[in-house]
């Protein structure tokens, strides 16, 4: 599959753009365990051009996590395109439009999902981003605004007519959020229609190794994002990719392996930015780590664990999770 100039191997599979997610941190581990190519979280356009520190600072990327791409959203077109040049100038492999989000700050705005209620502004603003910049450009969007306005056929090929490299679908509508199933077959009938000659990127529900291989096998795209399976599980990277490579399961990817890794994410963020702010940008991957589920009584644990604001408290309780299920290895049920 190839990209602008990135060629990638057969079946890739991509790390979602997400805020305050995939920050530089947990891209590095994603991209260590097999992510092929990597995302910033998502950036405001306005405030990159309005120079805002902490909008600036997502910019950052490091030359180990390439290909690394940084996604924009906005809903004024010189916004857009000036950010689009202001992201141009740190090197990004890709930069990729925002029109999916479907959080009410930002499609409630009308940016984001939002853009979903008005194609023609959508289309301006990706032609002439595209137009404003020799980086490749791709899109992420969704099925449509609702279920009585799924779009995404025609708008795919309006996309395409764009000159975008790559367009990435999210198999639900705005309106569904993140509620329901994502429906597949809309992302196979883009891929299916003989006038698309963009690679089609899928993004939905997808959890397991086994719904990685089913969405390459049953629907056709030509690579798949995973989102937010990858919460406290950077390691899933490396399960879709041997499992769609036939290989066996990693033996040495037991509860205290996942646990190293889960403490090195917490590292490399206090080391990154300070203790504090680095402890809070791992607490929502330990919340969220399947490696816990199945603990017997394990919420006051949970709790103390979310609440430790020093790294060494933090680290005394997962070294305490860690004696625990090494002294009694059947009390954890959630390894994957």
């Known amino acids: 599959m190839i990209i602008g100039n990135l060629s990638f191997p057969s079946r890739p599979v991509f790390l979602a753009p997400m805020e305050d997610v995939t920050d530089i941190g947990f891209r590095l581990l994603c991209k260590r365990f097999g992510a092929s190519m990597v995302y910033t979280e998502f950036v405001s356009a306005e405030a990159l051009v309005r120079s805002v520190n902490s909008t600036v600072a997502k910019l950052a990327i490091l030359d180990e996590e390439r290909p690394v791409g940084i996604q924009i959203y906005g ?55 595209v137009d404003a910049v020799k980086v490749p450009v791709t899109v992420k969007t969704r099925l449509g605004w609702d279920k009585e306005n799924i779009i995404i056929s025609d708008l795919a090929e309006q996309l395409q007519d764009c000159g975008i490299s790559a367009l990435t679908i999210h198999g639900r509508t705005r309106s569904q959020m993140y509620t329901g199933s994502a429906d597949w077959s809309k992302i196979a009938e883009v891929k299916a229609n003989p006038r698309i000659k ?82 809070l940008h791992t607490r929502r991957h330990l919340a969220a780590s399947p490696i816990f589920k199945g603990i017997p009584n394990f919420r006051s644990t949970r709790i103390a664990m979310l609440r430790a604001e020093k790294y060494d408290d ?16 059947d009390s954890a049920d959630g390894l994957s």
């Not at 705005?109 to 853009?115: C, Y």
């Open 314 to 329: 933090l680290k005394a309780i997962l070294d305490d999770v860690r004696q625990k299920f090494t002294t009694n290895p």
């Open 75 to 129: 809903r004024d077109v010189d916004a857009m395109v000036e950010a689009a040049r202001i992201v141009e100038q740190v090197n990004p492999d890709v930069i990729d439009l925002n029109f999916g989000c479907p959080v009410k700050k930002v499609a409630g705005k009308g940016a984001g999902a939002g853009m979903l209620r008005n194609v023609p502004l959508m289309l301006d603003i990706t032609r002439q981003v």
């Open 198 to 279: 963009i690679p089609i990127i899928g993004n939905g529900d997808i959890t397991s190794p086994e719904e990685a291989k089913r969405a390459f096998d049953d629907y056709g795209v030509d690579a798949i994002m995973v989102g937010r399976a990858t919460f406290g599980r950077p390691w899933i990277f490396r399960e879709i990719r041997r499992f769609l490579d036939g290989e066996e399961p990693d033996p040495q990817m037991d509860f205290s392996w996942k646990l190293d890794v889960l403490e090195e994410q917490l590292r490399i963020n206090i080391q990154r930015i300070d203790e504090y702010r680095g402890i």
